[in-house]
Nanobody, 121 residues
Framework: VQLQASGGGLVQPGGSLRLSCAAS????????IGWFRQAPGKEREGVLC????????YYTDSMKGRFTISRDNAKNTVYLQMNGLKPEDTAVYYC???????????????WGQGTQVTVSS
């Protein structure tokens, strides 16, 4: 399994970014894909997850109304659209996969390499 996260960068507060997670080596339609993030000195935390059937799960309320997740099964890719970015969203963002359903961070068993998101003026 290979997961390739991309799309990170430097953005001003209030700005937007779209992260992509491209998967290979799996039957993509059977897998849930989760986005997680880790800021310096902090534990990895869940952001959003999309199940194999397309249902989304927010891990914390702070992302609701700002972040959305979608998947394109034809491209084996999941997207994380992030709007209204705040400095506290600065972190390395990782995507990960597991069979069918979304779950907690410890239940994901294939991880991508991460992409840096920095929100700063």
């Amino acid at each position: 399994v290979q997961l390739q996260a991309s799309g990170g960068g430097l953005v001003q507060p209030g700005g937007s970014l779209r992260l992509s997670c491209a998967a290979s080596g799996i039957t993509f339609i059977n897998y849930a894909i989760g986005w997680f993030r880790q800021a310096p000195g902090k534990e990895r935390e869940g952001v959003l997850c999309i199940s194999s059937s397309g249902g989304s799960t927010y891990y914390t309320d702070s992302m609701k109304g700002r972040f959305t997740i979608s998947r394109d099964n034809a491209k084996n890719t999941v997207y994380l659209q992030m709007n209204g970015l705040k400095p506290e969203d600065t972190a390395v963002y990782y995507c990960a996969s597991r069979w069918r359903l979304c779950s907690g961070v410890s239940d994901f068993y294939s991880w991508g390499q991460g992409t840096q998101v920095t929100v700063s003026s």
